[in-house]
């Protein structure tokens, strides 16, 4: 009967259970089926669909409506590997005595092992009432079909937030002929992630394509007009709206972990091996907060390749190959026709001892670069625009800890593979 618990037997209680459909689960699965470990599989997902790639959602997919979403893999691929799947079912409650998992159906699912990876949900705005007409979120392939439906009809888009999503729709809205507003409430775009120099060219290569950039924005009200936000209040000025995107940021999603007593901080909190509080119990991807050599405190980091190269640390310490996650972050944005790419973590404006240099990318594009960030005389991040060769080389760097001199750097007639030599 439907809703009422039972108990899954079909598999035994040696399942490896995975809470999460998005990129970490989608790596997951594909590092434990190589690991010939697929037939122990459970993964529950509360979105209706097999796991797909998010990137090209604020991009190529809002643009053209034949655009379809991207699965990793087939539902094939999921059966033949003996993966059992549980879609449009969300995991509801974890009784780690037990070690059972509830699901929203009722099906109760043992496990020997249990990987959290429910990435984040929204950040959503104080006040402001869910449901409303001509407001949009971006998060799940969902609401990609629905802001692809709305962004075709609008005229004139604002974009909440000057984030790397927000920004992304923004330049798509523009390239597709809408008028497009992004109100920031920080001084710079991106300001937590990248440099003051990257955000000072992004400011200005939007700005030159005609996006309206609004920072240190004050949004301190709205008025609403039956089922439609009708105006925001922006720096004491009311602004009609169109179309809005909400795009001030994400929440982990620690419900589940909060609820069944694992230690979270802004993320469920994880070692070097994805281990939570509970060693029977891991977590993956954008939900964990987790040690880093590079970083002062443990990190948070919302990217593709964060939660691929976790899913692989994970997948080692479920098959007893356990080896401490050490990796370069690294990062991709595509903001119309401008490619950032950032590789380790830019440091804080006020670190002691940072030095900026710039070096041009080959060729006479003056919006092709790259930022090299050291400290004390170490190469610790690069940021490049358009310059994805100059990316490639900087990773490399920084994976082999080298840190050629930044005057040298910094020369573009040295190609940078000669400092790797
Ligand atoms: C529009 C968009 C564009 C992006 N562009 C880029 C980019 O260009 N480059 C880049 O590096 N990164 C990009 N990102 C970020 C990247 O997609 C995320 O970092 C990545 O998806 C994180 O993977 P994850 O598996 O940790 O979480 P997610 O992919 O968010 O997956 C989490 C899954 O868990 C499910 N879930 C949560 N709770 C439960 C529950 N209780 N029961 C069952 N299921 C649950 C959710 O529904 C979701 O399917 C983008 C993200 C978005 C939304």
């Known amino acids: 009967m439907a809703n009422e618990p039972h108990l899954l037997n079909t598999k035994t209680m040696n399942s490896i259970v995975i809470i999460g459909g998005g990129h970490a689960a989608a790596q997951l699965c594909a590092g434990l089926v190589e690991a010939g470990q697929g037939a122990r599989v459970h993964l529950v997902c509360e979105e209706p669909c097999e796991p797909y790639h998010r990137p090209p959602l604020s991009k190529a997919f809002l643009k053209n409506p034949d655009e379809a979403m991207q699965p990793h893999k087939a539902a094939d691929w999921y059966r033949e590997a003996g993966i059992t799947l549980h879609l449009g079912d969300a995991a509801t409650a974890i009784d780690r005595a037990a070690r059972t998992v509830t699901l929203r159906s009722g099906t109760v699912l043992p496990y020997e092992r249990l990987v959290l990876a429910t990435g984040t949900r929204v950040r959503r705005l104080a006040g402001l009432p869910d449901g409303l007409d001509n407001v949009a979120m971006l998060r799940a392939v969902d609401q990609a079909r629905d802001l692809r439906v709305r962004l075709a009809a609008a ?128 977590a993956v991807g954008d939900c964990t907060r987790f040690p880093d050599r590079r970083a002062a405190r443990p990190l948070r980091l919302e990217s593709v390749q964060n939660a691929n190269d976790q899913a692989r640390t994970a997948v080692a310490t479920l098959t007893d190959a356990a080896k401490p996650h050490d990796v370069l972050p690294w990062f991709w944005s595509e903001q119309g026709a401008m490619r950032l790419q950032m590789a380790g973590l830019v440091p804080a404006e006020s670190t002691p001892g940072h030095v900026t240099v710039r070096r041009a990318a080959p060729g006479a594009n003056p919006n092709a670069f790259s930022l090299f960030h050291y400290v004390d005389n170490q190469l610790v991040a690069a940021e490049s625009a358009n310059a994805p060769v100059d990316h490639m080389m900087s990773r490399k760097l920084l994976e082999s800890g080298r840190s050629p001199d930044a005057a040298v750097v910094a020369d573009a007639s040295v190609p940078l593979k000669n400092h790797l030599a």
């Open 155 to 282: 005229e004139d888009v604002t974009v909440l937030g000057g984030g790397f999503i927000g920004l992304e729709v923004a330049a798509t809205a523009k390239a597709m002929g809408k008028t497009v507003r992004v109100i920031e409430v920080a001084p710079r775009l991106m300001g937590r992630a990248v440099s003051p120099e990257l955000s000072a060219h992004v400011l200005a290569t939007h700005r030159a394509a005609g996006i309206e950039v609004v920072l240190d924005a004050v949004v301190d009200g709205f008025a609403i007009d039956g089922t439609r936000l009708a105006e925001l209040n922006i720096n004491g000025k009311r602004q009609p709206v169109d179309l809005l995107l909400l795009c001030i940021g994400a929440v982990p999603e620690t419900a589940l972990a909060k609820a069944a007593g694992l230690d979270c901080a802004d993320g469920i909190v994880v070692d070097a091996h994805m281990q939570t509080s509970d060693p029977a119990i891991l």
